[in-house]
């Protein structure tokens, strides 16, 4: 009987699996080739693509892999007082995690479709873990464009002077505030003890305390490297589609990109009509080759957002609905 009811329950959560993937990659098919018009894109871009530029295209996909597998590490090593996690299972709870974000505001759902890759980890801390390790992302994008931000508003905005240096402080401000709170997050746990939380809440506080300092440093390296990794193929996506910068011109303007990114709520089926536009203004003050700029933005976020999103459709099939017991 138990033998029959356990088989009863992989059947329907084989079930769920199927119902979650096929919809995902039905729902990502809806809102990128019909909502966005992607099938005459293909063929305008396919035609204006030379042969010379296929190198870089090869490229740019080579970087895709590294983009994730760096992302991969990033998660292992986050996991590491939670769960032992291979590079292969690590790579599919990323790329699982891209299906789930696709559908939510600002990708918070990300950890949700990497936590279910779990077999023995505590699911809430697991979650909480993965979100500190996006943070570390976040951060480098703050503060690398704050930094670009100041270049921007100096060189190329007309606000009055007081307001440019007062927008200037803030953002230097906000970077060290978040590097602080980040490379001391520890302190949370001290926190919980301070103000007296419910007693079943301490493990989850503790998590924090897991992340040495020199974890926390490692993690904002390994963003730092991520991020320098989609800045070099959004400026190969510039070559391909004809706009020719200085790789420091067009690293400062998709800094300033990302960063007005990173404070705008959008879900990321309708985040390419907000990205094309923000890197359209700042880029029209180098280039009037608007469409090019927008062939550029629009092909990164299908290369870096959609194929893994698609591929994480079929790792759900990977996904733990129980967690074993700890040993």
Not at 182 to 188: A, D, G, R
Not at 254 to 280: H, K, N
Not at 298 to 323: D, M, S
Request: glycine share 4%; proline share 2%; charged share 15%.
């Amino acid at each position: 009987m138990m033998q029959s009811n356990r088989n009863n329950f992989k059947g329907v959560f084989f079930l769920l699996k199927l119902i979650i993937s096929v919809f995902s990659i039905w729902l990502i098919y809806c809102r990128v080739i019909e909502m966005e018009n992607s099938g005459d894109w293909f063929k305008s871009t396919g035609h204006s693509v030379l042969k010379d530029d296929l190198i870089l295209l090869c490229i740019v996909f080579v970087l895709m892999f590294l983009n994730w597998l760096i992302e991969a590490v990033k998660w292992k090593k986050a996991m590491k007082s939670l769960e032992s996690v291979s590079i292969a299972k690590a790579y599919k709870a990323v790329c699982s995690g891209m299906t789930v974000s696709f559908f939510t505001p600002n990708r918070t759902g990300e950890f949700a479709g990497r936590v279910f890759h779990l077999s023995k980890a505590d699911r809430i801390e697991a979650s909480i873990a993965t979100v500190l390790e996006s943070f570390s992302q976040l951060i480098i994008t703050i503060v690398i464009g704050s930094l670009s931000a100041a270049y921007f508003l100096r060189s190329f905005a007309s606000l009055p002077h007081m307001l440019e240096n007062g927008v200037i402080v803030l953002l230097l401000l906000l970077s060290l505030s978040l590097l602080f709170f980040y490379l001391n997050v520890s302190l949370l746990e001290g926190l919980y003890r301070k103000y007296r939380f419910p007693e079943k809440w301490h493990h989850y506080f503790r998590i924090f305390s897991a992340f040495s300092r020199s974890d926390l440093i490692s993690l904002l390296l390994l963003s730092g490297l991520r991020y320098l990794v989609f800045v070099i193929q959004f400026y190969l996506l510039l070559m391909i589609f004809k706009i020719n910068l200085p790789f420091l011109v067009s690293f400062i303007f998709t800094s300033v990109t990302y960063l007005a990114m990173a404070t705008v709520p959008t879900f990321a089926f309708t985040e390419i009509g907000i990205r094309t536009s923000v890197a359209v203004y700042f880029y029209s003050h180098v280039t009037n080759m608007s469409q090019a700029v927008v062939n550029a933005s629009f092909a990164l976020w299908i290369i870096n957002l959609v194929i893994p999103a698609l591929a994480g459709a079929l790792f759900i099939f990977n996904f733990k609905f129980v967690r074993s017991k700890p040993e």
